[in-house]
């Protein structure tokens, strides 16, 4: 027979591909000639960056540069002095047919810096790179039947399809006053862009949010290093073609540059910290749909085809937060407490009908002062939290972004220090249901064999059955019985008698 069936298109996001890696990297530094030569190395931190992102048809590799500053002390002016180093490093994945976009998150943990002579030195750090890889794309699913006899059942859902991704890039700058006017240089500045809100609007998206930036300086007279933090609040506008007030938007801000710069207004000093920001967005547009989930012919078979996209159907924002509190042994005595740094990565996320559980490794390390050398230890901290919300869940899915400031510790002896840290967890959540919908239809030539033989049933129904199901058993349309026994609904509110007519 002529197919005349209508067909809609649902957009959906795959995710293809999710993994993580590490890259253990090593550099040797040279002090030049024209530095004064080392006696004890007081700091070392690393940091990595993605230059490049290429694929291939099975593999993302990821391209970029590890580097590290390093303070350390000279016995020839008894000051502090800072060298840079930098080394590049490469990580693979191989992924299968590649497609789709890809996102990724660096971090270091674990740096140590161990000096060998006067003038040489080794940097160690972990590059720990994640990866995730999603694929936009349309199914083709039943939107409507040319046979008025093909009886179809729909379940209409309010579907969040995703349309294209949005960027931009923008600076934020920040003058942070100094408590002295010492003579100080800039050693190293870092940022921490954490989103707050965001909203949609006629072909725009307004996010605001928070940039937390540390600048490190190094007082040459005092012989010793200082840290100036501040927060500057953010707002920005991202051009979005096609998004009205409606959609939701998901949006991601990673720094790309930094730079500080020591400014000296009329004696007063101050420090000019400018930050490049990249703001990734991905926007979804809710949409009303009839999924068809069900059909059949009084009089004909009927060759249905499937498909069970992936569908999100609700997005949210959820924001928690864990304190962690332990006693920690290190491997040494006289602990000297340079510094502190701390990261935590979501592992699980379940839900159980309207609570989230989330369950996470926290890592702190501290770095202390060791017969010359700076020495870096690392410890794994595991938490759970959970969060009770005003709805039920289907399937879940969830981006996290976890920010832990700088923890607190407490020296308790010569070998145990109390750690104090708050994990602050940012989720957004989107509600899946995986629908076992109808794609296509045909309609056979041969007309099935009747199963019902006489022109009048009579029918007991029990209380929840629908009349879908009856009219199906009996191959009669759903109008046919409804009419026949003056139901309103679709759904047998009690047990009760029915008159099944043939059609």
């Known amino acids: 027979m002529e197919n005349t069936n209508s067909y809609t298109d649902i957009g959906?996001?795959?995710?293809?591909?999710?993994?993580?890696?590490?890259?253990?990297?090593?550099?040797?530094?040279?002090?030049?000639?024209?530095?004064?030569?080392?006696?004890?190395?007081?700091?070392?931190?690393?940091?990595?960056?993605?230059?490049?992102?290429?694929?291939?048809?099975?593999?993302?590799?990821?391209?970029?540069?590890?580097?590290?500053?390093?303070?350390?002390?000279?016995?020839?002016?008894?000051?502090?002095?800072?060298?840079?180093?930098?080394?590049?490093?490469?990580?693979?994945?191989?992924?299968?047919?590649?497609?789709?976009?890809?996102?990724?998150?660096?971090?270091?943990q674990n740096t140590i810096c161990k000096l060998h002579s006067s003038q040489k030195a080794t940097c160690k750090t972990t590059v720990c790179v994640a990866i995730k890889i999603e694929d936009r794309k349309?199914?083709?699913?039943?939107?409507?039947?040319?046979?008025?006899?093909?009886?179809?059942?729909?379940?209409?859902?309010?579907?969040?399809?995703?349309?294209?991704?949005?960027?931009?890039?923008?600076?934020?700058?920040?003058?942070?006053?100094?408590?002295?006017?010492?003579?100080?240089?800039?050693?190293r500045c870092t940022a921490e862009i954490v989103v707050g809100d965001t909203k949609c609007d006629e072909d725009k998206i307004r996010i605001t949010g928070v940039c937390r930036s540390k600048v490190i300086l190094l007082d040459q007279r005092k012989c010793r290093a200082s840290a100036l933090e501040g927060e500057t609040p953010f707002t920005q506008l991202i051009d979005a073609p096609g998004v009205s007030a409606a959609c939701f938007a998901n949006?991601?801000?990673?720094?790309?540059?930094?730079?500080?710069?020591?400014?000296?207004?009329?004696?007063?000093?101050?420090?000019?910290?400018?930050?490049?920001?990249?703001?990734n967005a991905a926007v979804y547009c809710p949409r009303e749909v009839d999924l068809y989930v069900d059909a059949f012919h009084p009089k004909y078979i009927l060759d249905t085809q499937r498909t069970a996209p992936e569908i999100c159907c609700d997005l949210f924002s959820v924001e928690l937060s864990d304190r962690i509190n332990e006693k920690i042994h290190l491997n040494t005595r006289g602990i000297d407490v340079l510094y502190t740094e701390s990261a935590a990565r979501i592992e699980k996320i379940a839900a159980h009908e309207n609570t989230l559980v989330l369950?996470?490794?926290?890592?702190?390390?501290?770095?202390?002062?060791?017969?010359?050398?700076?020495?870096?230890?690392?410890?794994?901290?595991?938490?759970?939290?959970?969060?009770?919300?005003?709805?039920?869940?289907?399937?879940?899915?969830?981006?996290?972004?976890?920010?832990?400031?700088?923890?607190?510790?407490?020296?308790?002896s010569d070998t145990e220090i109390e750690v104090d840290l708050n994990c602050r967890i940012c989720l957004n959540v989107f509600d899946m249901q995986s629908a076992d919908v109808i794609s296509d239809i045909k309609l056979l030539d041969d007309p099935q064999e009747q199963t019902l033989r006489t022109p009048l049933v009579l029918y007991y129904g029990t209380k929840g059955e629908t009349v879908w199901e009856i009219a199906k058993k009996y191959l009669v349309p759903v109008n046919v019985v409804m009419s026949a026994n003056d139901l309103a609904g679709d759904v047998l509110e009690e047990d009760k008698m029915l008159f099944i007519g043939r059609h």
């Open 251 to 279: 949006v991601s801000c990673v720094p790309v540059e930094k730079d500080a710069t020591i400014m000296d207004e009329n004696g007063e000093k101050s420090v000019l910290f400018t930050v490049t920001v990249q703001a």
């Open 359 to 412: 369950e996470g490794n926290a890592v702190v390390g501290f770095t202390y002062a060791a017969d010359g050398d700076v020495t870096h230890s690392e410890y794994t901290l595991p938490f759970q939290t959970t969060k009770t919300l005003d709805r039920k869940f289907c399937q879940l899915r969830c981006e996290a972004e976890v920010y832990t400031p700088d923890p607190g510790f407490i020296i308790l």
């Open 12 to 108: 959906i996001v795959e995710n293809i591909y999710e993994n993580f890696a590490e890259d253990r990297i090593e550099q040797e530094i040279a002090i030049p000639d024209y530095q004064p030569s080392a006696r004890k190395i007081v700091e070392c931190r690393a940091e990595a960056a993605v230059l490049n992102k290429s694929t291939t048809n099975d593999s993302v590799t990821l391209d970029g540069v590890c580097s590290w500053d390093v303070i350390y002390l000279s016995d020839e002016d008894e000051a502090l002095h800072a060298i840079t180093c930098e080394r590049p490093f490469s990580i693979s994945f191989a992924v299968g047919q590649m497609r789709g976009n890809v996102k990724y998150k660096v971090r270091t």
């Open 138 to 187: 349309n199914v083709q699913t039943l939107a409507g039947v040319g046979d008025e006899d093909v009886e179809l059942r729909a379940d209409r859902k309010n579907v969040l399809e995703p349309l294209d991704r949005c960027e931009k890039e923008f600076k934020i700058v920040s003058e942070m006053p100094m408590r002295q006017n010492t003579d100080v240089t800039v050693c």
